[in-house]
Every structure is written in C-alpha cells, then in structure tokens.
C-alpha cells in the first residue's frame, strides 16, 4: 500500500530524515520505533503531507506522488491521527467528525453507524465540546475523525499517549480489528512497547533519522527490537 525509498525531510537548515525507505502493507501494522527526537513524527508528518519531504519517493496503492499538501494527501487516502490529537475544543463531537467530510463527496456526507460501534461513547456525547472531553476520549474521537474519510492509509501518532488505561485497551482493540479487516494499511509511532508490540506485524526502528533495524515479528526477536528501542 505505501513504500517510501531514500526519503528525506529538513527544517529550515537541518536535516531530520537521512533517506528513509520502508513498507507498510495493506492488512498489517507496521509500527515506527525509536526514542524521543529520532525523526518519528517527521517521517509522518512527510508521509501525511503536513511537512513537505526534501527528497525521495513515495508511492501510495501503486500510485507514485509527488510533493503533494496534506489535503490532497487526504482525499488519496492518507489519514492522519497526529500526536496531541489536534481536534476542535469549541466545536461539538459531532462537528469534529464532520470535517471529515472533506474528503469526500456530498453523498457521503454523514457519520457511519461502524464509527460509533467502534467508540460507542461518542455517540453518547455528540453534542457535547470536545474541548470538554477526556483525553481519552479526545484520542478516540481524533481517531474516528480519521476514519471519516475512509483512508487507505491510516498514520497514528502516540495514541496512547497521556491515556487511561481503559482507553488504551479499547484503542488496541479498535486498531487490530481496523488491522484484520484487511483493507487498510496502518503506521503506528508507539513509545508503549508492549503496546506496539502485541498489535504490530512489522518494525522499522529509527535512530537520527535512519533505519536501523526493519523486519516482521517472525525476523526479530522480542528481546533483540527491546534492546535497539532501549538504546
């Protein structure tokens, strides 16, 4: 669904990504690992179109793109969860949900009833300010905006982040279902290990803005991604 060869992201005069090249397939989570300040939320934010990349390629269900913005990024199919979630405080659950819209054509204008079986208390709380919202629930209702637009893509940045327990369970669960139902590729930036590793088909694990180790749960160990991700 997404592969990116030798792509590289600066701001201003400093380089972030030196060449990053990686796969995330459709039916799978392909989880980018790494500590604080290795290039993480650059690289999606150069996949998402919020942070135009320097160089390199990518190449979306087959389609090679160019140095496209974030909105058209949307309407090809890339959502994007960012860290901090990013929604509206003064508008409404359901207004938040409804920039989703977007992206789509006036037809499919509405919530779809599978949103809200995913995080039911959003239903619960559609008129409610999502300013006045849990951060969990803030998560969940950034996620599900996402979903709006029914990327082929979906970027998660931290979604566990500052999060209740309870919510990170029912955001596990919401990821690995969206995972199994196979029509979708799904980039996960997670500092949770545990978390990242119980859901994640693929690792890409990044140190000063490169690769470092990449490979499927059956190539590396549970110790061996431990001890590059603790490094």
Known sequence: MLELKDLILHYGHSQILNGISMQAAQGEVTCVMGNNGVGKTSLLK??????????GT??????????????VLARKGVGYVPQGREIFPLMTVLENL??????LPATE???PDH??????????????????LSGGQQQQL??????????KLLLLD???????????????????HLRDQGDMAIVLVE????????????????RRGEVVLSGSQDEISRQDLLSVVSI
């Open 58 to 71: 990518m190449t979306l269900d087959g389609e090679m793109l160019g140095k496209l913005p974030a909105h």
């Open 109 to 111: 204008h509405h919530v």
């Open 46 to 55: 150069a996949i998402s179109g919020s942070h135009a990349r320097s160089g």
């Open 98 to 103: 409804e920039t989703g819209f977007a992206c």
């Open 115 to 132: 949103v809200y079986e995913l995080f039911p208390v959003l239903k619960e709380m559609q008129a409610r300010r999502g300013g006045d």
């Open 158 to 176: 931290e979604p566990t982040e500052g999060i209740q327990p309870n919510i990170i369970q029912q955001i596990g669960e919401v990821i690995a």
């Open 191 to 206: 500092q949770y290990f545990e978390f990242a590793y119980k859901l994640a088909n693929q690792f890409v694990v990044l």
């Open 142 to 151: 950034s996620i599900a905006r996402a979903l709006i637009a029914k990327p």
